[in-house]
């Protein structure tokens, strides 16, 4: 069987979880198919074993600066991601960036249409912020792809009623829910402190670790606003990057730099870090905070877990379903405010909450060295990515008999 994979990100290029699902997923997918994956950006040779790969860039015309600019790219993109399928028994697509590759292809070669969904733009309001009247396109793409997809893979259980509330003329009967994975082997401790110390990070005191864009999705503001109340000899270690937008990105070194006044003890690494890099650096964490206000996974804690770190995360979307509230970390209570923002109701309370409970494990680091094992060896036993793809394969072949 020949598998297109469609997708924005893929190596070198990948800034958040939607990339590195695919990375893994694919890699193990060629294991058991013929798989090309068709990509954004600058041409790239595929690994030993792995996929072929094939990349693409806008037209000309759309590049600029615009607010909505990168909406119109992704579609002329989809275009020519639409023609290289041609040959492919079934076209996968992933996020709204490529979805609307999947659905066109769908259209023009009559083959199945697979998207899995990884956020979903009615839940992500806060886009309009970054792509302005392009949030209304790929809402669009969105819709009009997943509506027709043959079947929808959604990542958690929670995801799955999302889902199927915001889109409700999709039958049930056409999603599966098949999770995120975490390649163990790769993201496991390194007892190494090269990469802490180049970083200015002291291996030798405690340390709260947040990875993660710089969006409002993350909630880094909501741990910022915490900040004052954690146990100010814990280190507070922010590896964020690749703000949404300006204005988030001056609203947060306003924040950090309130921080810094007030508790101190703060490394801010603000550019996208090497896997290797993020491995170490989680490996030492004391407490790993997620913070995010929408997670549909949160393939994050997973790294996390998987490098032995104790977690403490938002109790929203599927992060009770990765992290166990009481034996790998703990949860922090969310309540929403009623709109699609997704904004926390009460915002003191919820950094309050934060605090509470990242101090509780930093008080007792015994403690945190347990769920940290315990994190360790729910994702290895529990979030395989070789499972992973051959759940996948089993939609595929369902739908090309």
């Not at 403690?367 to 759940?391: K, L, P, S, Y």
Request: hydrophobic share 45%; glycine share 8%.
């Amino acid at each position: 069987m020949r598998v297109a994979v469609l997708t924005r990100e893929y190596p070198p290029e990948v800034y958040g979880g939607a990339g590195v699902h695919v990375e893994y997923l694919a890699h193990e997918l060629a294991k058991l198919a013929q798989v090309d994956v068709h990509c954004w950006g600058a041409a790239r040779g595929a690994a030993a074993g792995g996929p072929a790969v094939h990349a693409y860039g806008p037209w000309d015309a759309l590049v600029g600066d615009a607010p909505h600019a990168p909406a119109l790219q992704a579609l002329s993109i989809d275009l020519a991601m639409a023609a290289g399928v041609q040959g492919a028994a079934i076209a996968h697509s992933h996020t709204w960036y490529a979805n609307m590759a999947g659905h066109l292809a769908k259209l023009t070669y009559d083959i199945p249409h697979v998207a899995t969904v990884h956020s979903l733009e009615p839940l992500r309001p806060w886009k309009a912020e970054q792509l302005g009247g392009g949030y209304a396109v790929s809402s669009w793409c969105e819709r009009i792809a997943l509506e027709a997809a043959d079947h929808v893979i959604a990542v958690s259980r929670e995801h799955c009623g999302d889902l199927l509330r915001c889109y409700p003329v999709i039958d049930p009967e056409r999603v599966s829910v098949i999770y995120n994975g975490i390649d163990a082997t790769q993201y496991r401790p390194d007892p190494n402190t090269d990469v802490l110390e180049r970083h200015g990070i002291d291996p030798a005191r405690p340390s709260v670790v947040f990875v993660g864009r710089i969006t409002r999705q993350k909630g880094l503001a909501n741990l910022l606003d915490a900040a004052p109340a954690i146990d100010p000899q814990a280190q507070l270690v922010l590896c964020a990057g690749a703000p949404d937008t300006p204005q988030i990105a001056a609203q947060i070194t306003a924040a950090v730099e309130r921080v810094r006044a007030g508790r101190g003890n703060v490394v801010w690494i603000d550019q996208m870090l090497a896997k290797a890099d993020v491995v170490q650096i989680l490996s030492h964490a004391s407490v790993f905070a997620c913070p995010s206000i929408y997670e549909p996974l949160g393939i994050v804690n997973l790294e996390a877990m998987a490098c032995e770190a104790a977690v403490v995360a938002t109790a929203t979307g599927g992060i009770p379903e990765v992290v166990e509230d009481g034996v790998t970390g703990l949860l922090v209570p969310f309540e929403p405010v009623a709109d699609a923002s997704n904004a926390p109701a009460d915002p003191a309370r919820f950094a309050a909450d934060i605090a509470d409970r990242v101090n509780e494990l930093l008080a007792d680091p015994t403690r945190a060295r347990a769920m940290g094992q315990a994190g360790r060896r729910r994702a290895v036993e529990h979030f395989d990515w070789a499972a992973i793809a051959t759940q996948t394969m089993a939609v595929y072949q369902q739908l090309t008999g």
